[in-house]
């Protein structure tokens, strides 16, 4: 349980590992529940197509504790692919994104700060992990960059 009191839900896990392991998901999408108690899934994919599921980050909503929606925070993974320097080929590593927007109202912002690290224990395996609190920190290129130098 995270130090928010939010937990994660088994779901959350299972379908880490069919990611992980069994390689035809290609992300998944998770939210806190809207009674802000529990990590939850909220969408996953076999689609690779980075673009959809970046939209899918930037179009999030959140409720506040008074109802109100608005921008929201999520949680990812995704399993990025990227070639190799040195023409070694093709590599991907399962990348967490903590997608925080600064422009989130200041109540789903902390939830999605302090929640995240019981999220990210949770899922063995993880190979990067990337904070994003802008719609530039989730480019393509800019994940790739930062996957491939393994931050």
């Known amino acids: 349980m995270a130090s928010s009191g939010v937990s994660v839900a088994p779901e959350c896990i299972q379908a880490f590992n069919e990611l992980k392991l069994g390689k035809s ?5 998770f939210k806190i529940s809207d009674d802000w108690k529990e990590i ?16 899918k980050l930037l179009s999030a909503k959140s409720k506040n504790k008074r109802g109100d929606e608005g921008v929201g925070g999520r949680y990812a993974v995704f399993d990025v692919e990227y070639e190799a320097e040195g023409g070694e080929g093709k590599r991907s590593k399962i990348t967490f994104i903590a997608w925080v927007p600064d422009d989130a109202p200041q109540y789903p912002r902390m939830m999605y700060s302090s929640s995240k690290d019981a999220l990210k224990r949770a899922l063995n395996g993880l190979a990067a992990d990337i904070q994003a609190n802008d719609p530039d920190d989730i480019e393509h290129g800019s994940v790739v960059s930062r996957v491939s130098k393994g931050r």
């Open 25 to 29: 998901t290609k992300w998944i999408i």
């Open 40 to 55: 939850v899934v909220e969408e996953t994919s076999t689609d690779p197509d980075y673009s959809k599921f970046r939209e």
